[in-house]
């Protein structure tokens, strides 16, 4: 998902170049500053702990506007819309994988699918929704799943109104989506049969089936902003975004979740999130961070 992560920062600091913004000191003030526009853009909370990740993650931005200091590259963000918005992308990052925690896809497979087929067979539209997207690892997991191992299991979709949304907040990771095409090593994690069926070999890598991009539809979105979603959703996948943000944050999203989901429709979060306050009162458990949507919810 596309937010902060303190290792994926440290390996992208390494071997950064002299420039202007090599020796410049990022003071409290500005890291206050910083964090305060990362709270009210994208509700992220960031702790003075984070401070050297910071300072890592925008001396680029610095050094990309001929900059000397923070003081003056947080004049600059909060006068420039772009770049305040390049700031916020700057300080998020990418961790996911595909069949990343395999539980959830066990019991998608397992549990939600049957009925899925059921109301596309009757001619009923499925909406499934990937939210913190990232690179796209997640929605095509989910889409292989709905195809299956094979192309003979696949066939219940020829017909089926079935689609799949994928949003992040950072552009690049979007566009990643829209590709469709991951790194050898990248695609290892996902199992045979599926690799086989649904990704099609290209040079130091493989680009996912038209069948399965078909079904993705990729969108820049912050989720604290408004979503010009119209449909209910059968499933939302949200998993390891919460956990970068203060619990009014994380409660006021999972209420919108709640909201947006169809009766009976599922909820996976990650595997350290929790749901909390009314949005927890309107859904049951259904195993570890899988939620359902009360029937009368």
């Given amino acids: 998902m596309?937010?902060?992560?303190?290792?994926?920062?440290?390996?992208?600091g390494g071997g950064t170049a002299l420039g202007p913004s090599h020796s410049a000191e990022l003071t409290r003030n500005d890291f206050a500053a910083i964090a305060a526009i990362m709270m009210s853009d994208a509700r992220i909370a960031l702790s003075e702990a984070k401070t050297t990740l910071v300072q890592s993650r925008l001396a680029r931005r610095l050094r990309e506007h001929?900059?000397?200091s923070y003081r003056d590259y947080v004049a600059l963000v909060e006068s420039d819309p772009v770049e305040r918005s390049a700031m916020v992308v700057s300080l998020t990052t990418n961790h996911t994988h595909f069949f990343r925690e395999p539980h959830h896809f066990d019991h998608?497979?397992?549990?939600?699918?049957?009925?899925?087929?059921?109301?596309?067979?009757?001619g009923q539209p499925i909406r499934i929704w990937s939210a913190g997207c990232s690179s796209?690892?997640?929605?095509?997991?989910?889409a292989m799943c709905l195809l299956g191992p094979d192309r003979t299991s696949s066939m219940w979709l020829r017909g089926a109104d079935v689609r799949l949304l994928a949003t992040d907040i950072a552009p690049h990771v979007v566009e990643s989506v829209r590709r469709g095409f991951y790194a050898a090593n990248t695609a290892e994690g996902v199992p045979e049969e599926y690799r086989r069926t649904w990704m099609r070999p290209e040079r130091d890598g493989f680009l996912m089936a038209e069948e399965a991009r078909s079904m993705v539809t990729a969108k820049v979105l912050n989720l604290f902003e408004p979503?010009?979603?119209?449909?209910?959703?059968?499933?939302i996948f949200c998993r390891n975004v919460m956990i970068y943000f203060n619990d009014d944050a994380k409660e006021e999203l999972e209420q919108r979740f709640v909201a947006q989901l169809a009766p009976s429709?599922?909820?996976y979060i990650g595997h350290s999130e929790r749901m909390v306050g009314?949005?927890?009162?309107?859904?049951?458990?259904?195993?570890?961070?899988?939620y359902?949507?009360?029937?009368?919810?």
């Fill in 227 to 235: 979503w010009p979603l119209k449909a209910a959703y059968d499933v």
């Fill in 136 to 142: 796209g690892e997640e929605v095509y997991t989910i």
């Fill in 108 to 122: 998608f497979r397992e549990t939600v699918m049957p009925e899925l087929k059921r109301r596309a067979s009757a």
């Fill in 2 to 12: 596309t937010y902060m992560d303190s290792a994926a920062s440290a390996r992208a």
């Fill in 278 to 290: 009314r949005a927890a009162q309107a859904m049951r458990s259904c195993g570890h961070t899988i």
């Fill in 292 to 297: 359902q949507k009360r029937g009368d919810a």
């Fill in 66 to 68: 001929g900059l000397s």
């Fill in 265 to 267: 429709a599922f909820l």
